[in-house]
Structures are given as structure tokens and as C-alpha cells.
């Protein structure tokens, strides 16, 4: 069931990263993302390379690429970082619904 769900979403953000090199047509960073079959699912997409989905709930990470055995070194600092900043981009998002509720 995850790795059908992770297919789709792979799928969507490959449609995604193909928009995204029209020139009109710009993605941010991180997007935050809910399901209705997932309620309590909390995703958190980053975007460019390397590109991978987070679920906040339990901290699965899901890379949308194939991550070479000469990346994965260097990837692994760098990917504890951007989870870091996704979860800091979640709590801004967070805070900004609560100060408009």
C-alpha cells in the first residue's frame, strides 16, 4: 500500500517536475500536502533534487529518484538538513493559518 501510494505520488511529481521546466511556471521549494484516504498523514514534498516526500506523522522518507550508492554519502547530512527545514516550513505554514484563523 506505501509503495503504490509513493508510485503515485512519484508519478505526480515527475508531471510536476516536467511543468516545472516551462519557464511560466515556477514550484516552491516545499509543498504540504494532505490526503483524505491518509487523514492523519501530515506530507511535506521537496521539490528539487534530491527530491522526496516526507510523512510528518511517522518521518517515513521517500525519494522520488534512484540515489546512487556514490550519492547516498554525500546525501546523508544534506537530506538530515532539508528534513530539518521541511519540518521548520510546516510549522511556519502552521503558524500562518493559525494567525489568519
Do not use: C, W
Not at 13 to 27: E, R, S
Not at 90 to 99: F, H, L, M, N, V
Amino acid at each position: 500500500m506505501i509503495r503504490e501510494r509513493s508510485k503515485r505520488i512519484g508519478r505526480l511529481l515527475n508531471i510536476l517536475y516536467i511543468a516545472n521546466k516551462n519557464p511560466f511556471m515556477k514550484f516552491p521549494r516545499f509543498i504540504l500536502g494532505d490526503h483524505s484516504d491518509h487523514p492523519e498523514d501530515i506530507f511535506i514534498v521537496h521539490t528539487v533534487y534530491p527530491r522526496f516526500i516526507i510523512n510528518l506523522k511517522d518521518d517515513e522518507l521517500e525519494f522520488m529518484e534512484p540515489i546512487s550508492k556514490e550519492d547516498r554519502s554525500e546525501l546523508e547530512e544534506e537530506t538530515a538538513k532539508l528534513i530539518q527545514e521541511a519540518t521548520e516550513f510546516y510549522d511556519a505554514e502552521i503558524e500562518k493559518y493559525r494567525s489568519d484563523a
